[in-house]
């Protein structure tokens, strides 16, 4: 079956520094992984997806992520956080085609940027 | 971008009554929807998924009887949690696929049963 981790319930970081979202994979065949972002009391946005082609994925708000393979890991990656950027992050990977193709989403990490 | 309009973003309601969640796509068709829980700070947990003109599909341990979905348009699905209990207080998500694969989410609604 298809499922996606997030191992950090909670990241820190002050604003300036780079962040790291982290995230693992498991799969059957080739994974459609994302990444959202959700507001306090908000639907989720859309930043990112892997399918297939470059293992660095940019996606919106300067956000990126690096496929990795080896590692089953697809890790959220920002190169200077804003405290704009604190909010709820999920990855999620797409179940097979016989599940109707719905999303799994991982736990999600609350990402806290400070001044 | 695409579109999808929820509603309402918040509902209280009374112990035993009926509650209504609209899912709209406002600009495509969403051949398929999908409806979310979520508790707070937590992860959406998937309830069902819901194809225009055919029965939804419900995930395990979710009563299909208390939480019903209505697909009968292309553009138009709908929630309604049956005799809502306090612990059917939650925040509920929904998601529409385009034709193209691609997926939107609505806002949420934030339902408290009294």
């Known amino acids: 079956a298809q499922s996606v981790a997030q191992p950090e319930d909670q990241v820190n970081v002050a604003e300036g520094n780079p962040l790291t979202v982290k995230c693992t994979y498991s799969?059957?065949?080739?994974?459609?992984l994302f990444w959202y972002v959700q507001y306090p009391n908000r639907g989720l946005q859309f930043l990112l997806k892997?399918?297939?082609?470059?293992?660095l994925v940019k996606g919106s708000y300067g956000f990126e992520a690096e496929f990795n393979k080896s590692q089953t890991s697809f890790h959220l990656k920002k190169p200077s956080a804003l405290v704009s950027d604190s909010a709820l992050y999920f990855c999620?990977?797409?179940?097979?085609?016989?599940?109707?193709?719905?999303?799994?989403f991982g736990q999600g990490t609350e990402l806290s940027v400070k001044p | 971008g695409a579109v999808v309009s929820q509603h309402p973003s918040r509902v209280i309601c009374k112990s035993g009554t009926s509650v209504k969640i609209e899912c709209r796509s406002l600009?495509?068709?969403?051949?398929?929807m999908f409806w979310y829980r979520q508790f707070p700070k937590q992860s959406l947990m998937l309830m069902a998924t819901?194809?225009?003109?055919?029965?939804?599909?419900?995930e395990q341990g979710v009563e299909k009887d208390k939480f019903l979905i209505n697909h009968a348009s292309l553009t138009l699905s709908t929630l309604t949690v049956t005799s809502a209990h306090p612990e059917d207080s939650s925040f509920y998500i929904c998601?529409?696929?385009?034709?193209?694969?691609?997926?939107?989410f609505g806002s949420g609604t934030q339902l408290s049963v009294l």
């Open positions: 999620a990977v797409r179940g097979l085609y016989n599940q109707g193709g719905k999303l799994i």
């Open positions: 819901s194809n225009e003109g055919s029965k939804a599909t419900y």
């Open positions: 892997y399918i297939t082609g470059d293992n």
């Open positions: 799969v059957s065949g080739n994974p459609y």
């Open positions: 998601s529409a696929r385009a034709l193209d694969e691609k997926l939107f």
């Open positions: 600009d495509f068709q969403a051949t398929t």
